[in-house]
């Protein structure tokens, strides 16, 4: 059970600026970068998921629905001793886009079998150039490698449906997901008895609230103890 949820969201909130300054890809990344992206990915939904079943969150996040895309397997089972490849195990020309709701999306991540950030190409123009049938492997790389690149997006999926599909989901929707939750705060509960749970249901309602800077001070203060 989580008694101030504060001190949870203003993680989310660290996480979601951290996240922006991901986005614009400098150079390789290494394993350190690499793990420290996953680690804020995954600790992150944790995190959301920790607050919606505290119900330190307003109950329209328990109806929300994200948007990815999902990649169809083309049969070929995924293990442990493939997946590193897992361009070869999905049909990644044949996307459709779905909406999901929350909770599938935190189980994907918190168990997440492939999970692999997606680092595209900035101009538009030199990804078409890309896709020129005439050009080698090697030729692609090349245009690839001095191409200006961004994080974009994240490919992911679960033990349960690994061998089903692959879904991908823009890094921006993630950003703004804990964005979203970093700044949820709940501001009127209303209690109503379930006769078939024998307990009470709570429906909470909500939404942004701004701390004073001598709050922020004050907080900083005992934080620092």
């Known amino acids: ?16 600026k951290s996240l922006k300054k991901r986005i614009q890809y400098k150079k ?15 600790f992150g939904f944790y995190i959301v998921r920790k607050l919606l079943e505290a119900n330190k969150l307003t ?4 109806s929300l629905k994200l948007e990815c895309k999902v ?6 089972p995924i293990t442990l001793m493939n997946n590193h490849r897992f361009d070869e195990n999905y049909d990644l ?30 101009d538009k123009d030199i990804e078409a150039k890309m896709d020129d049938d005439s050009l080698t492997e090697d030729e692609i790389i090349e245009i690839y490698d001095d191409a200006d690149k961004e994080l974009s997006g994240v490919f992911f999926n679960s033990d349960n449906n690994k061998n089903d599909s692959l879904f991908e989901m823009q890094i921006k929707t993630i950003r703004k997901l804990f964005k979203k939750v970093g700044k949820c705060n ?9 006769e078939r ?19 922020e001070e004050l907080i900083k203060k005992i934080e620092e103890k």
């Open 186 to 194: 709940v501001t009127r509960i209303e209690m109503k008895y379930d």
């Open 59 to 62: 109950s329209d996040f328990s």
């Open 93 to 122: 020309e044949k996307p459709t886009i779905e909406k999901r709701e929350l909770r599938f999306f935190i189980n994907q991540f918190v168990h997440s079998y492939i999970f692999s950030p997606i680092i595209s190409v900035v």
């Open 1 to 16: 059970m989580i008694h101030e949820s504060y001190y949870w969201r203003k993680e989310l909130i660290k996480i979601s």
């Open 28 to 42: 390789e990344w290494n394993d350190s970068k690499y793990a420290k992206f996953e680690k804020e990915i995954m």
């Open 197 to 215: 749970k024998g307990d009470y249901k709570s429906v909470r309602f909500g939404g942004e609230q701004k701390i004073s800077e001598e709050t």
């Open 71 to 76: 990649y169809p397997s083309n049969g070929k």
